[in-house]
């Protein structure tokens, strides 16, 4: 079964760190493209990061530029997402998903999601 | 607020059609492929049509999706309470190098 889970989710307080995994199980993860795409309580979905296959190209939504890097791991089929600087309006259930055509317009698998709540 | 734009809600009775749209600009819509899903309650959201129309195995025909212009819409026949969910579109925006999705419509069976 194709799969995706997410861990690294917790409690932190602003102006914090946090990283985040996404292990990938039965498929070839080192051919697909993946995201993170958080949602924040009762609200809607936001993209905030994209990375191509082979890692040559990254991107980010502008809430998270330059606090947010994403990073992959093929050998240990893994994906990262490592958060600096963080604020209350981060605060949401990030989800790692798989890129369907590895253009970031459409994403097929989805893990369960973790919580982040950043608060003092 | 969110690049692309749905209504808020929809609803319909059981049995019956419903169109959900999503409007964008030159910018996504107007130049890249759309992408639709549900989320029901709870859950992380599901894929339903991708490339404008075409839908991942698994996904009944009931759903489809069209894009025309700068808009696109998703179509659920034969409602059931069951695809009482949220719905969002999803694109790709060239001018922001980012992808982006609609605010969502929730979808009520009465």
């Known amino acids: 079964e194709e799969q995706l889970v997410e861990s690294g989710g917790g409690l932190v307080q602003p102006g914090g760190s946090l990283r985040l995994s996404c292990a990938a199980s039965g498929f070839t993860f080192s051919t697909y493209s993946m995201n993170w795409v958080r949602q924040a309580p009762g609200k809607g979905l936001e993209w905030l990061s994209y990375?191509?296959?082979?890692?040559?190209?990254?991107h980010y939504a502008a809430s998270v530029k330059g606090r947010f890097t994403i990073s992959r791991d093929s050998a240990k089929n893994s994906l990262h997402l490592q958060m600096n600087s963080l604020r209350a309006e981060d605060t949401a259930v990030y989800y790692c998903?798989?890129?369907?055509?590895?253009?970031?317009?459409?994403?097929?698998?989805w893990g369960q999601g973790t919580m982040v709540t950043v608060s003092s | 607020q969110s690049v692309l734009t749905q209504p808020p809600s929809v609803s319909a009775a059981p049995g019956q059609k419903v169109t959900i749209s999503c409007s964008g600009s030159?910018?996504?819509?107007?130049?890249?492929?759309v992408s639709w899903y549900q989320q029901l309650p709870g859950t992380a959201p599901k894929l339903l049509i991708y490339d404008n129309n075409e839908r991942p195995s698994g996904i009944p025909d009931r759903f489809s999706g069209s894009k025309s212009g700068t808009s696109a819409t998703l179509g659920i026949t034969g409602l059931q309470t069951g695809d009482e969910a949220d719905y969002y579109c999803g694109t790709w925006d060239s001018s922001l190098s980012a992808a982006v999705f609609g605010g969502g419509t929730k979808l009520t069976v009465l």
């Open positions: 030159s910018s996504n819509i107007g130049n890249n492929y």
């Open positions: 990375i191509s296959r082979n890692n040559n190209i990254i």
């Open positions: 998903a798989r890129d369907i055509g590895g253009r970031a317009d459409a994403f097929d698998i």
